[in-house]
Structures are given as C-alpha cells and as structure tokens.
C-alpha cells in the first residue's frame, strides 16, 4: 500500500510541475508575444505563407519545404506506433519484469496491476504523440493543395488567411506532439521507481524552460554586444 501511495504521490508532483511550467509559459507569453520559440516559429510559418502566395514562381519551394515538414512529421508518427507496440509487449510480460526489479533492488511493485497501470499511462502517451503527428501530416499535405490556389473572395477557403490557419494548426500539432515525446520520459522512469519519475519531471522542466525561450530572450541578459 506504502508504494502505491508514493506512485501517486509521484504522479502528482509531476504533473503538478509539468502544468505549472505550461501556465507559466502560457503567461509569459501573453505578456511577451514572442517569448518561446513556439510563438516565433508560428510568425514565421504565417510570414512564409504569405511569401509563398504571393509569388507563384516559388512552387517548387513551397513543395520541397512542405515534404520536409511531412516526412518529418510521418517519422515521428511511425515512432510512436513502435514505441506503442513495444509498450504493449512489455505489459504481456508484466509478472516477469516486475520479479527482475524486486531481484535487482528496485521498489516491490505490488502485483502486476500496478504495472499495467503504469504501462497504460505510456501506451496513453504515446498514442497523443501519435494522434498528434498523423494531423500534423493531414493539414500539411491540405496546405500543399492550397498554398498556390488564386484567391477567391467569394470562398473563404481560397484565402491566404485560410491558409495560413491550416499552416499554424500543423505546427501546434507538431509541438504537442513533441511535447508528447518529452513527457514519456517521466512515465519511463516512473517504471523503475516513484522519485526517480519526480527527479526526471524537475530535470525536464529545465531542459524545456532553457529551450522554449526564443534566442533574443536568452541573450537578452548579455546585454548589447561591445563593438570591435
């Protein structure tokens, strides 16, 4: 019962820390518009887009551009069916696994349900970053049909701003979808014991907090370089 009580303990605080990172990003953001690098990189999707519309000779950019970004997403998506079905294997092998660890010193796991538990949290997690991904795919192949269409004012959906919705809904998936991958580390080490999962959740709020910052926002405390 004790570690069942600190499994969710652990599952409290990190969530717990998760979240109030995001609301705090979310915050700073709506005080600084382009404080991460979420915010600055959807400016310039919705830059590129109008660049790309309004120049019909760069077709073939756009085509190349919106690939990249496809077989990108694609990837990531095909990773996270393995990583499922890696998951989903573990599960039938539970009883196994857990006897491994107790011999090994970890924390008693408590029976197999625990472990499914855990294993469904994963499986969970992976299926958003899946979810994710595959829309990330869908709209960018949309934007590919729609970015060179002339502009029609009598249809909405023949605008550069329809367009450039499509664009930036493409992107936001492809975070969250990242964002998906990121938080499977926690729910991995959770695994392996309650405090290594908080210890992780702390770990991965610095590498996000360090890396969701645009450039200007971490050199801004260097203050303006001295000429030579």
């Not at 990003?25 to 979420?38: A, E, K, L, S, V």
């Not at 499922?84 to 090994?104: E, F, H, P, R, W």
């Not at 991904?133 to 960018?140: G, H, Q």
């Amino acid at each position: 019962m004790h570690g069942i009580l600190s499994d969710v303990a652990a599952l409290g605080i990190s969530v717990g820390l998760i979240g109030l990172y995001h609301l705090y990003i979310w915050i700073r953001q709506r005080r600084t518009p382009f404080y991460t690098t979420q915010a600055v990189n959807h400016d310039v999707r919705a830059e590129w887009v109008r660049w790309i519309h309004d120049d019909e000779s760069r077709s073939i950019l756009a085509i190349q551009t919106l690939r990249n970004s496809t077989m990108a997403a694609t990837f990531l998506a095909s990773t996270a069916v393995l990583l499922m079905m890696g998951t989903l294997n573990l599960m039938q092998q539970a009883d196994k696994l857990s006897g491994i660890l107790v011999s090994a010193g970890m924390p008693d796991p408590e029976g197999s349900a625990l472990w499914l538990t855990k294993m469904l949290f994963l499986v969970a997690d992976y299926f958003i970053a899946f979810f994710c991904f595959a829309m990330s795919v869908r709209l960018y192949n949309h934007v590919g049909y729609q970015i060179n269409v002339p502009a029609d004012p009598r249809k909405e959906y023949r605008d550069v701003n329809y367009v450039l919705g499509q664009m930036k809904n493409a992107g936001r998936y492809y975070t969250l979808g990242m964002r998906a991958y990121y938080i499977s580390v926690p729910f991995v080490f959770w695994i392996f014991g309650a405090h290594l999962m908080v210890i992780t959740s702390i770990l991965l709020v610095f590498v996000l907090f360090v890396n969701d910052r645009a450039p200007q926002q971490k050199n801004r405390k260097a203050g303006p370089r001295k000429k030579a």
